[in-house]
């Protein structure tokens, strides 16, 4: 087992198993991390800081003994609002429709189910 000294605006350490990502260690340790992809390592925004360098938690795994600052933003300044989507607007092609029928009234000595008549 080894320690993932995890802090962010209080310090407390975390024992995890080795191999353990150090989004989990952060999520052990109370955290919640901002993990919008579940860890798969699309997104980018669950960087820290591991001896002075950005990585992403979800990526890196605890080998040793680490002192981990989650006071980084992904952004580092450059965010934008997303004003627009990421695909253009979407054609809906239903494969059902609505039409309106009548059916006759039965007459006498026609034995068919409405659904017979339907057909």
Known sequence: M????VFYQREEG???????????AERLAGLVPDAP???????GKCQVLVNGK????????VRENLNVDTAVSSS??????LTGG??????LKPGIAVHQIEL??????????DWERLL
């Open 37 to 43: 992809c579940g860890g798969t390592g699309t997104c």
């Open 86 to 91: 990421f695909s253009g607007p979407a054609v």
């Open 76 to 81: 580092s300044g450059n965010a934008v609002i």
């Open 104 to 113: 006759k009234k039965t007459v006498p000595g026609d034995k068919r189910s």
């Open 14 to 24: 975390v024992e995890v198993p080795e191999g353990t990502t150090l989004l989990e």
């Open 2 to 5: 080894y320690v993932a000294s």
């Open 54 to 61: 950005k990585i992403q938690a979800c990526k890196m795994k």
